[in-house]
């Protein structure tokens, strides 16, 4: 059985930092494109950040350019999400992704993922 187990979120104050991880078990994803997608609650899950299996490649959205970094151990079969000036408007539950199909290319769009984890909750205070 696959799963994604993210872990590191939490309440932070805005200009804060932290690192969510997230690791994989019952199949290797080190072929495999993984992102990152948020999600408030009656809002669409929004694309953040994703990279490629080699970690050559890497993308995120606007939102968070310049703030949050994408990095991934296959040794360890894990991808984290490291996320720096933190602003309220981040407050949300962050989700780790899995494409299935083995890939070097980026995707940004949730059906492209076969993968989900069942997220943490991230929140940040003004």
């Known amino acids: 059985q696959v799963q994604l187990v993210e872990s590191g979120g939490g309440l932070v104050q805005a200009g804060g930092s932290l690192r969510l991880s997230c690791a994989a078990s019952?199949?290797?994803?080190?072929?495999?494109?993984m992102g990152w997608f948020r999600q408030v609650p009656g809002k669409e899950r929004e694309f953040v950040a994703a990279?490629?299996?080699?970690?050559?490649?890497?993308y995120y959205a606007e939102s968070v350019k310049g703030r949050f970094t994408i990095s991934r151990d296959n040794a360890q079969n894990s991808v984290y999400l490291q996320m720096n000036s933190l602003k309220p408007e981040d407050t949300a539950v962050y989700h780790c992704?899995?494409?299935?199909?083995?890939?070097?290319?980026?995707?940004?769009?949730?059906?492209?993922?076969?993968?989900w984890g069942q997220g943490t909750q991230v929140t940040v205070s003004s």
């Open positions: 992704a899995a494409r299935g199909q083995l890939t070097g290319v980026i995707y940004s769009r949730s059906f492209e993922y076969d993968y």
């Open positions: 019952g199949r290797t994803f080190s072929r495999n494109t």
């Open positions: 990279v490629t299996w080699s970690g050559g490649t890497t």
